[in-house]
């Protein structure tokens, strides 16, 4: 069904989320990957416990690397962007418009970040899942997402320009 | 004898003056009136940066902001934050008009509470000479412990009129549901309360919501 190979960006943010990384690589999960036509994976570990590096796995070239200044590169060529639920990869991920999958961190005591990721999924925007059910991902159909709505600052910035004023703007 | 009636007095006075400064900086915070006309052409600006995605979420937000209006900023930031300092530098590369300071940790991910106690303290009195040099006008964070410190330095000099400044706090786009420790602390002496899901509103006594702004 797939004739070309595909792209996959996998994010942990600033963090670690040791359990993301092994999930990862399950031979399980590969499959799954590789049977929607994932042919190759670039995956972000952050401070994870995993050796970064290039490994292939059950036909699916994995690339690890710890940081990059920026993942805008990274995310732009992915055909899919499999994130922790961190608001900063959300939003970035969603902002390209970009199939999201979140992968909820169980392991975070305080778990507020579920809350976006549920709100998110809600209003049609992602899908989500725990490390568990990651290989459940092949049943998951993309297309069903919708934008997520762009940003309306300008109303804040307004109110903010009433409240606070200088004497004499040059401009 | 004289000397302690005069002493007693004075002291009486001042907690007097205080006590009334308190209740009339909370009574116009409460009833939202926040304005600041300043004499000046522009408004020196503390932003207080977190890390990872309250970062990029603050300096969204910074970039819908007039950068000559809202001027000389303050970026401050955790001693050990390595990537914000690339992102706010990407950001102002075309401007000479900021700052960035470093404060410690006033808790570590994983440090205990009892511990977090002691490091929020040291953190705080590392703050005090930083805003009493800046003399900030508008304080803008959005939920990182960093904040707390440098909102609670800011309002004491503000209660005893070394400063009169105007605190702006914006929960993060990821609080849906509920408030971050910072914001339930805040949302006693922030000037302005910001919120970025409507259902928050219910869930604390003062918040504004404009939409999503990151």
């Known amino acids: ?171 | 004898m004289y000397i302690m009636e005069l002493a007693l007095m004075l002291s009486a006075f001042f907690i007097l003056t205080i006590t009334a400064r308190v209740m009339y900086l909370l009574y116009n915070i409460f009833r939202g009136i926040c304005n600041l006309n300043s004499e000046n052409n522009s408004l020196k600006t503390v932003y207080c940066i977190g890390s990872g995605g309250h970062t990029t979420e603050l300096l969204r937000i910074v970039s819908h902001l007039d950068a000559e209006k809202y001027a000389p900023r303050l970026y401050i930031m955790a001693m050990n934050d390595v990537s914000s300092e690339v992102k706010i530098r990407e950001q102002e590369r075309d401007s000479t008009e900021y700052q960035i300071y470093r404060i410690p940790r006033s808790r570590n991910v994983k440090q205990s509470y009892v511990s977090s106690v002691f490091t929020t303290l040291y953190a705080t009195i590392y703050t005090i000479p930083i805003i009493c040099k800046f003399k900030p006008d508008i304080i803008f964070c959005n939920g990182p412990g960093t904040c707390v410190p440098i909102c609670l330095v800011a309002f004491l000099l503000r209660c005893i009129f070394v400063l009169d400044c105007r605190i702006v706090f914006i929960e993060s786009f990821c609080r849906v549901r509920t408030l971050s420790l910072s914001g339930k602390i805040l949302q006693w002496f922030a000037d302005i309360f910001i919120v970025q899901w409507p259902q928050l509103t219910n869930v604390c006594f003062r918040g504004k919501y404009f939409g999503r702004l990151t």
Not at chain 1, 57 to 82: N, P, Q, T
Not at chain 1, 86 to 112: F, Q, R, T, W, Y
């Open chain 1, 1 to 171: 069904m797939h004739t070309q190979y595909k792209k996959c960006f996998i994010t942990v943010g600033t963090t670690r989320f040791d359990l993301l990384c092994q999930s990862i690589q399950q031979p399980a999960v590969l499959r799954a990957l590789n049977k929607l036509g994932y042919r190759e994976i670039t995956f972000q570990i952050g401070n994870s416990d995993c050796e970064p590096g290039h490994y292939e796995k059950e036909g699916v070239k994995i690339e690890m690397y710890r940081f990059k200044d920026s993942l805008k590169e990274d995310m732009r060529s992915a055909d899919l962007v499999i994130s922790h639920a961190g608001a900063g990869s959300c939003l970035e991920a969603l902002g390209e418009n970009k199939p999201l999958l979140v992968v909820i961190n169980e392991d975070l005591m305080d778990n507020h970040q579920m809350e976006l990721a549920e709100q998110l999924h809600m209003s049609g925007n992602l899908y989500y899942c725990t490390c568990d059910t990651l290989n459940t991902l092949e049943t998951v159909d993309f297309s069903w997402l919708s934008p997520l709505a762009k940003p309306t600052p300008n109303n804040f910035v307004k109110y903010l320009d009433s409240v606070f004023t200088v004497k004499n703007l040059s401009k």
